[in-house]
């Protein structure tokens, strides 16, 4: 539970209240964990899973009873020592996120049942809007123009100065991938094609997750440049997005 003030921070607006002041508490998460996957001291949940999901589901099935594949896969370290590797997959179920964690095997040992985001629910109506955005294919040489802005150039330099925040193996895999990142706007751009617009941002950014889960080397500046970067390509395209929108948010983990 989160206070009034923080749930509104980061959610829409509480459509009802009843008590007169930020005292009141908001249920931001509800969390479901089964026997296997927790301390001797809790209880774990017996009852009906939301959406008929079962303790012990693969992903797969997962994925088929919430009629969503996940948007974000990653690791949690947030579950007992239950076993070497645990992995947690969210999935945009409606307005709610729906977080699956799993064993090594992928088998469901918990759910978490949260409300979707501001940002998601931005992204949500993005999506459904994608038919009406206006890209100009005479734009394709202002996409050009901007792969000067790919960072990695001073990436490089603060490495030759000492920065070992830096290695070149994962320089060159982030520039292989922005490079082709303004290639695939601006082919899309040519066709005016919003969708594979917003496709190559989820790629760009994916890409630059893993990145980021190898060496650590995205910090605030390195995090900027690219969202700079990210942001001026798309809009460069014709693609509208409101000056308080971060397209890449929805994917980031940087």
Do not use: C
């Amino acid at each position: 539970m989160e206070s009034l003030s923080a749930y509104s921070t980061e959610f829409e607006e509480v459509r009802s209240r009843h008590l007169p002041d930020d005292k009141e508490r908001i249920v931001s998460r509800l969390s479901f964990t089964g026997r296997d996957a927790i301390r001797a001291v809790q209880r774990a949940y017996s009852s009906a899973l939301p959406f008929g999901l079962t303790f012990g589901d693969s992903s797969n099935v997962v994925a088929e009873k919430l009629e969503a594949g996940p948007f974000r896969e990653g690791k949690s370290s947030t579950l007992p020592d239950y076993s070497a590797e645990r992995f947690v997959h969210s999935h945009a179920v409606e307005n709610l996120v729906v977080i699956a964690k799993y064993d090594t095997d992928l088998r469901l040992m918990a759910v978490y049942l949260m409300q979707a985001d501001r940002t998601m629910l931005k992204a949500k109506h993005r999506g459904a809007s994608l038919s009406k955005q206006n890209i100009e294919p005479g734009n394709i040489d202002k996409v050009e123009a901007l792969r000067d802005q790919i960072p990695t150039l001073r990436w490089r330099e603060a490495m030759a100065e000492g920065d070992e925040l830096f290695n070149e193996a994962d320089i060159a895999t982030a520039e292989t991938a922005l490079n082709a990142f303004v290639d695939t706007v601006k082919a899309a751009t040519s066709q005016r094609d919003a969708q594979a617009i917003r496709a190559a941002v989820k790629d760009i950014v994916l890409a630059i997750n893993e990145i980021n889960g190898r060496s650590g080397m995205i910090e605030t500046l390195e995090r900027d440049e690219l969202g700079v970067l990210i942001d001026a390509v798309v809009r460069a395209s014709g693609f509208s997005l409101p000056d308080d929108e971060d397209i890449t948010a929805e994917w980031r983990e940087w």
